[in-house]
């Protein structure tokens, strides 16, 4: 059986610990799917373009991994993709009050779905998007929390 798992989120941008998810997604999985979502009334600080290409670059040597972007329910797109697993990552008690709603509407959605949750590794656990951000908009260096540099990703924002 080919057990395919989508791992969804914003990835705006996407981290080291995006990547760590997807590294041991793979020891359960025969492929995972990144899928960005793409909702049209949220405006991103990192391109949507820009942030796919750079997840590619990230996983080039893993074949079993895929990057999509999606504007639809999280839930219709793993349908579509035949994907019967949703992959999320969780850090705190935060993640799970929320994940928990989400994992239950998914599965109103979509009954074949199952969420699996993998707990950060710990050294990654204070890595958070959102931070990343608030670092980049104020100048400070934010290298160390991403899998590619970020000289590659000025680079491909502006051959977009
Ligand atoms: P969303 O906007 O859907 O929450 P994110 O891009 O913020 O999307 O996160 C996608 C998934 O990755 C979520 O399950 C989130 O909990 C998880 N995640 C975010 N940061 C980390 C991290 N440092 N370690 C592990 N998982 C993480």
């Given at each position: 059986m080919n057990r395919v798992a989508l791992f969804p989120g914003s990835f705006d941008p996407f981290t080291r610990g995006h990547e760590d998810i997807v590294l041991r997604g793979l020891r359960l999985f025969d492929q995972v799917v990144i899928g960005i979502g793409n909702n049209a009334t949220k405006k991103r600080y990192f391109p949507l373009d820009v942030m796919k290409e750079m997840i590619e670059k990230t996983?080039?040597?893993?074949?079993?991994?895929?990057?999509?972007?999606?504007?639809?329910?999280?839930?219709?797109?793993?349908?579509?993709?035949?994907a019967r697993f949703l992959l999320r990552g969780l850090r705190n008690t935060t993640d799970f009050e929320y994940e928990n709603g989400i994992?239950?509407?998914?599965r109103y959605l979509y009954e074949e779905i199952e969420t699996v949750f993998l707990i950060t590794s710990p050294s990654l656990a204070p890595i958070s998007s959102s931070i990343i951000r608030d670092l980049h908009r104020y100048g400070q260096a934010v290298d160390n929390f991403l899998p590619y540099s970020l000289s590659e990703l000025k680079k491909a924002e502006q051959d977009i």
């Open positions: 996983f080039v040597d893993y074949p079993n991994v895929k990057v999509i972007t999606y504007d639809d329910l999280t839930a219709h797109t793993a349908r579509e993709l035949d994992s239950q509407v998914n």
